[in-house]
């Protein structure tokens, strides 16, 4: 914060901690009050009140987090179903050559990178999540089922990188949305919840894909990877429009919430980051919260500890071709059920990811802590790559792939609640953080696809290597970033003014006032 000549002055004029102390004098002076909760709050007594936002949290969850998840398998699976329309006959029917496939899977990346800021700007300025997250499910839904009617190379890479510009809105959107309807310390359940639809979705989309390349192929005259476009495009267009009835908008602008249940809605985000989310947005302009992130040193340490984690995770991309390893042949064979067994083999590491991700992300929230439960989670994943650089033995390969699924995610997901957990306030600041953050990590998915040419089979060492290097930087940024909350809580607990931390009143204990989760 800039010093005013007033301040300058009487900074001269004294010396040694009282500097610091009229430093910090300054500041309070010119912070608001604590606000006081509206009155049916105060009225409450301490059960009464744990147990109506007991019930409050159980209704929003009912409402939001089953539509979120259905909605982001189909966002998951129509991203990545090519990895599957692979194995099923895509590569061979346009003539594709190795190169040209690995550009397609990352072209989606680079519209999917452009999008994600302006669509979170616009989310949060729009204000009405219900309709503009179903609107663009719509949208991607019929460019994913498209696909099918593709020819060539060039109309494959136009159709993948629209389908990345339209899919951009959700993920980031649905991170932001989730943070305007629950606390800090209840987002890291929430978001893996969100996240578990893309460990579903890898684990079903491997199950569809088998049905499909086993059942459809030739039927009406296509292909069983144009059946497997149409048939998920169309189930996320039928999905969107369920969702539309469904979701909520943000708590201060919905309907379906009693005046008491709203209140308090709005007042435990209010009490949890020190101000109402809402007017705020109203107050900012389109491009503020994008100016202040860029200005924060703790949005380029995030930064690189989601990159590393979501580059070391990339493997996902080439899943199926990367478990065809363990199944020599399946990718060139014309054997349908070579593939369908490759599939297959791709749900169980996806299954456990499920399990290993809720429980991390419960343990996280119910403890408050981060960085041991991102940390733990991306050393396993160092060791996994280690174990598949090194050998292609059917049992340590596939326990390796067994491993490196669920520490990825489970890490990634307590990463990404670790963003608005850092950065609450202002919402424009936190939503620009969120894409701008979950953007720039993806770019990982535009190299990372030649790093899976068949050439490398059965190997891939040099995809392991980076992925577990990767893992390793991912390591050392959550350790800086810790560092960094640390020391910014130390200053709290001295009473001297934080950015982003509006109601960290000096003079309060570490337990009454906002403090960063470390």
């Known amino acids: 914060m800039a010093d005013s000549p007033a301040d300058t002055k009487i900074r001269g004029d004294e010396a040694g901690s009282t500097d610091e102390k009229i430093g910090t004098a300054n500041v309070e002076d010119s912070r608001p009050a604590r606000m006081q909760p509206p009155e049916f709050i105060r009225n409450l007594s301490p059960e009464e009140r744990e147990h109506l936002e007991k019930k409050l949290k159980r209704k929003i969850d009912i409402r939001l987090l089953p539509a979120i998840i259905i909605m982001y398998i189909m966002n998951y699976i129509d991203r990545n179903n090519i990895a599957a329309a692979r194995l099923a006959g895509l590569e061979r029917d346009l003539n594709l050559t190795s190169t040209e496939f690995q550009t397609a899977v990352s072209i989606l990346f680079v519209g999917y990178l452009l999008m994600q800021i302006p669509s979170n700007l616009f989310l949060n300025k729009f204000g009405k999540p219900a309709i503009y997250l179903p609107a663009c499910m719509v949208v991607w839904g019929i460019i994913s089922a498209l696909t099918a009617v593709c020819t060539n190379a060039a109309g494959l890479l136009a159709n993948r990188f629209f389908l990345g510009v339209v899919e951009a809105a959700y993920f980031p959107g649905c991170l932001y949305y ?53 048939i998920e495009g169309a189930a996320t267009v039928v999905v969107a429009f369920g969702c539309y009835f469904v979701l909520p908008n943000f708590p201060r602008t919905t309907t379906w919430l009693t005046d008491e249940e709203r209140t308090l809605a709005i007042w435990r985000l209010q009490e949890d980051i020190g101000e109402d989310d809402w007017v705020n947005s109203e107050e900012q302009t389109f491009w503020q919260g994008a100016k202040l992130v860029f200005v ?204 982003g931390a509006i109601n960290a009143v000096p003079g309060e204990g570490a337990a009454n006032g906002f403090r960063f989760k470390v």
């Open 296 to 499: 924060d040193v703790k949005t380029y340490i995030l930064l690189v500890l989601l990159f590393c984690i979501v580059a070391s995770g990339t493997v996902t991309n080439f899943f199926p071709t990367v478990v065809n390893t363990i199944q020599q042949g399946a990718l060139d064979s014309e054997s349908s059920d070579d593939k369908v067994i490759s599939l297959l083999l791709t749900a169980p590491p996806y299954v456990l990811a499920v399990i290993v991700t809720y429980l991390n992300a419960t343990h996280a929230d119910k403890t408050g802590e981060r960085y041991w439960h991102i940390t733990i989670p991306m050393w396993v994943a160092v060791i996994a790559y280690i174990i598949a650089a090194t050998t292609t033995h059917i049992a340590p390969r596939y326990l390796s792939m067994m491993l490196m699924v669920p520490s990825v995610y489970s890490g990634f997901v307590v990463a990404l609640a670790w963003i608005s957990n850092t950065m609450p306030r202002p919402p424009a600041k936190r939503a620009a953080a969120l894409a701008f953050i979950n953007a720039v990590s993806n770019c990982s998915s535009i190299y990372a696809s030649y790093l899976y040419p068949k050439s490398a089979d059965p190997h891939y060492t040099v995809a392991m290597i980076v992925n577990c290097v990767t893992a390793f930087i991912a390591v050392c940024a959550a350790t800086v970033m810790r560092a960094v909350l640390v020391r910014l809580n130390k200053k709290l607990d001295a009473g001297i003014w934080v950015e």
């Open 178 to 230: 989730l943070s305007c309807w629950y606390t800090r310390k209840e987002l890291g359940f929430r978001t893996a919840v969100l996240y578990s639809g893309a460990l579903i979705s890898g684990a079903f989309s491997g199950l569809i894909s088998a049905g499909v390349t086993w059942g459809m192929d030739g039927t009406r005259g296509l292909g069983a990877w144009q059946w497997l476009f149409i």
